[in-house]
């Protein structure tokens, strides 16, 4: 996991509670002791694009608590850059998250926080404002011994490290040892220029893990870089190489060489968003569900994964948002919840079905209303996913909305679900209206149910489900119905009671599709959760 994207939120956390929320001390220190544990992982660049944060080149996402109002008020100071060294000190960090959140003065580019930042003495923290007004020496590199230390260069320069990377052998360790002796920006920089020419050159010729070597060196040398240009330089060369395909060839190694496993993630991770992006366009292509799995467990690792695919939401191709619907099902983060009541308006019902599940699984307090509206989709399936969803909330007060829902559906599989998610519940009252659906007597039912026989079985089966008192002595009564399917499915459903435990999982789909009904007890469900293969 990166952890400057991480002290950068933390950070930003910090500034936000002290704009808005002064007087939330405890919340602050919590926010300060967390950026300050991830200052100690190494240096950290904080820069601003208009109002936009990026930590070590990487933008961080607005969706995180106080990101918003840091990047406006880098802005307002007109503060283009912050570097915070190795374990910097917590008043100083605590200082300029105060200079931030204080008054400024408009359009000055910099100038009164410039002056105020050098009363604060600090020794940890470096700042660039909008008239770079910092004193920096100019960096004079040592003299180049390019020629006699590095073979893949030559008179020739961006020409002959393409010619070395097509030729057998070819491999970054000589870029990589001399990064790790350069000490000025210009050199640091040139040396990266040519380290990235070459593992771009790499990347075409298929040579991955040449490719991951080459990016591992860049990032270990990032952590020691010895100045603000020199980190600027790497991170400049990190958002050149974090482009989909090379960073698609990293991806793919994890599930080629699971035991090296590590050294994937770090670049995949440091690349932010487009990281989490390579790892999630696996998760699409998986053939298999262990592939699928192992690429789910290696996107919980990565900070950018969650702006990822809150991002992906708004993707023009529905199986994309389909399938970022359904990973954040299995992430749960509580920041995508507004992306997920949106996709409740998507033209695709597919993906208003996963928006469904996802909301579900989440469980945040706007999560059963939006649910809610489901049951009014136009979709007879989303209708039925929108019950299953908010019966898997295990919430007995939504037994009325299911049952009247049911009373006012007229598609028979949509039926079929809603009887079964009241199954699923399991309440008395739930039971009750389960016992109505099942019951010959038309007078307990609404007129625009049409209780067919396979309907009333269905209601057995949920019945079944329900596993409880209520529950068997309503199978008891069907027991003795007049229809003699039905009452051989209530005595086979009593007969189960006796030997299924009680409080087992209930059948209920995940897609909320419905299953064959033959009045025995229903199949195991062995279809997997959250993730699926993509429909055509």
Do not use: C
């Not at 060839?249 to 080629?256: D, E, F, H, I, L």
């Not at 030997?499 to 059948?507: D, F, K, L, V």
Request: proline residues 4%; aromatic residues 4%.
């Amino acid at each position: 996991m990166d952890y400057s994207a991480i002290f950068a939120r933390h950070f930003a956390r910090l500034v936000g509670l002290l704009v808005t929320e002064g007087s939330s001390v405890d919340e602050q220190k919590v926010s300060l002791r967390a950026a300050l544990q991830f200052s100690k992982e190494g240096t950290a660049l904080i820069a601003r694009e208009d109002r936009r944060v990026l930590a070590d080149g990487v933008i961080v996402s607005e969706v995180f608590p106080g990101v918003k109002e840091f990047g406006a008020r880098l802005q307002t100071h007109g503060v283009k850059e912050l570097l915070f060294a190795k374990d910097a000190h917590a008043v100083e960090v605590l200082g300029v998250a105060r200079l931030l959140a204080g008054p400024s003065t408009e359009a000055d580019g910099g100038r009164n926080f410039h002056a105020l930042f050098g009363a604060l003495g600090a020794n940890t923290i470096a700042i660039t404002t909008d008239l770079r007004m910092e004193a920096r020496p100019d960096d004079e590199d040592e003299e180049e011994d390019d020629d006699a230390v590095d073979t893949t260069m030559s008179i020739f320069g961006v020409r002959s490290v393409l010619s070395q990377a097509q030729r057998v052998g070819s491999a970054p360790e000589p870029l990589i040892e001399r990064l790790a002796r350069k000490r000025t920006a210009n050199g640091i920089a040139k040396t990266l220029e040519r380290l990235a020419i070459l593992i771009e050159a790499l990347q075409r010729e298929g040579s991955a893990e040449d490719v991951v070597e080459g990016f591992l060196g860049i990032i270990t040398h990032e952590q020691n870089a010895p100045n603000p240009d020199a980190k600027r330089a790497y991170i400049q060369t990190v958002r050149r190489l974090a482009k989909a395909p090379l960073l698609t060839t990293v991806a793919r190694q994890v599930r080629k060489h699971p035991d090296q496993r590590e050294r994937y993630v770090t670049i995949l991770s440091r690349t932010g968003e487009e990281g989490a992006l390579a790892a999630f366009r696996q998760i699409m292509a998986a053939p298999s569900l262990h592939e699928r799995t192992l690429y789910l467990s290696v996107l919980r690792e990565l900070s950018g994964a969650v702006p990822a695919l809150v991002h992906s939401l708004a993707n023009d191709q529905w199986y994309m948002v389909r399938a970022a619907a359904d990973v954040l099902a299995e992430l749960k983060p509580v920041e995508a919840e507004q992306g997920l009541i949106t996709l409740l308006s998507h033209a695709d019902d597919r993906v208003r079905r996963s928006a469904l599940r996802a909301l579900a699984e989440l469980g945040t307090s706007r999560a059963p209303d939006a649910i809610k509206r489901g049951l009014k989709d136009p979709s007879a399936q989303v209708r039925g996913a929108a019950a299953v969803a908010l019966a898997s909330l295990r919430d007995v007060r939504n037994t009325t909305t299911i049952a009247t829902a049911l009373e006012e559906e007229v598609d028979e599989e949509a039926q079929f679900t809603f009887v079964r998610a009241l199954g699923a519940l399991g309440g008395a009252d739930a039971v009750q209206r389960l016992m109505r659906t099942a019951s010959q007597d038309t007078g307990r039912t609404s007129r625009l149910v049409r209780r067919s026989t396979s309907l009333r079985l269905s209601a057995i089966s949920a019945l079944a489900n329900a596993h409880t008192p209520a529950a068997v002595m309503a199978l008891k009564e069907l027991a003795n119905d007049k229809d003699r399917e039905v009452r051989e499915a209530a005595q086979r459903a009593l007969s189960l009671q006796r030997s299924t435990p009680s409080g087992s999982m209930r059948a209920l789909t995940p897609s909320g599709a419905v299953r064959a009904v033959d009045g025995d007890a229903p199949r195991r469900n062995t279809t997997p959760r959250g993730i699926r293969a993509i429909d055509s």
